[in-house]
């Protein structure tokens, strides 16, 4: 079984829902609390063990570059003035191994994600969204989804169930139900379907371990959903000829792509962390009453 080492993070898009903030600014780059949410991702990536990140930047996106890379005249400034701790912070983020290329038209997640043909070979690999943050503190939804590749091969799509109303913002998984692993047999897959489309409530949540076949296939997916080459479509004609599982993962999933899951995010983060959470627990307390 071959280790899922490298991962795609696609960021190219948009991000036209955080409008006027994302008019110069990635939405990748918006913090939750202090740190931007891509750096929650990559930080996820490197916790489940992926040791190469390749990210689908594009227009407007030079900013996660300047994240991810040194900042000697802050450093400078940081060193000169002991501040040691803010230091090893900038530092760190500039110690990770991270790739670029450019998506050069809006075709698609399908498209972002062809994108990664050279880069991935033909070894299976991590597939990441930017919008979905997940919450885990034991053990990292993509790893969660390693593990069961290395169980079961294949590839493997982390789910979690929505309700009837919500079917339409996801795409969502139909098969065989395999007693025991909390796994199904992918045998159908619709992209935002409407309730009454829709195969499940088993939705699919930003997260992916997909073998390389998928490029051939994504070169012949015609635009779907919103005239726009769908993963989703890809990953379908993929479960005719491998297997593909859907594994509804553990952990608090935030859709940081909408305004009141960023918010949610943003909330729990800062009452989860040590230096804020009681004050900002208290003040809530006290604004709500
Ligand atoms: C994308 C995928 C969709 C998936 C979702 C998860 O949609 O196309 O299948 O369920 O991410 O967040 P998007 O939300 O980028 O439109």
């Known amino acids: 079984m071959q280790k899922i080492k490298k991962a795609v993070i696609p960021a190219a898009g948009f991000g036209t829902r955080f409008l006027p903030a994302t008019k110069a600014t990635p939405k990748e780059m918006l913090p939750i609390v202090d740190k931007p949410t891509i750096q929650y991702i990559v930080e996820e990536a490197l916790s489940s063990g992926i040791e190469e990140i390749l990210i689908i930047s594009g227009h407007a996106k030079r900013a996660i570059e300047d994240h991810f890379d040194s900042a000697p005249v802050l450093e400078a400034m940081l060193e000169e003035k002991h501040k040691d701790d803010l230091l090893k912070m900038v530092r760190e983020t500039a110690d990770i191994n991270i790739h670029y290329i450019r998506q050069k038209y809006m075709r698609g997640l399908g498209d972002a994600i062809l994108c990664a043909r050279s880069f991935m070979g033909d070894d299976p690999f991590a597939v990441l969204l930017g919008d979905d943050v997940v919450y885990n503190q034991e053990k990292p939804a993509l790893k969660q989804l390693i593990d069961i590749h290395e169980a079961y091969g294949g590839s493997v799509l982390g ?4 309700s009837d109303e919500e079917v339409s913002a996801y795409g969502v998984v139909a098969g065989e139900k395999i007693t025991g ?38 070169e012949k997916t015609p635009p779907g959903k919103g005239d726009e080459i769908q993963l989703t479509d890809a990953l379908k004609v993929l479960a005719k000829s491998e297997p593909v599982w859907a594994y509804c993962f553990d952990g608090k999933r935030y859709d940081v792509g909408d305004k009141l899951g960023f918010l949610k995010a943003t909330v729990e983060f800062a009452l989860r962390r040590d230096d804020l ?13």
């Open 159 to 162: 789910c979690q169930l929505v």
């Open 181 to 218: 692993a909390g796994l199904l047999k992918v045998s159908d897959m619709v992209e935002k379907p409407s309730v009454d489309e829709a195969p499940s409530n088993m939705a699919v949540m930003g997260r992916y371990i997909i073998s390389s076949s998928i490029f051939d296939i994504l």
């Open 277 to 289: 959470g009681q004050e900002f627990r208290q003040y809530l307390v006290d604004l709500l009453k």
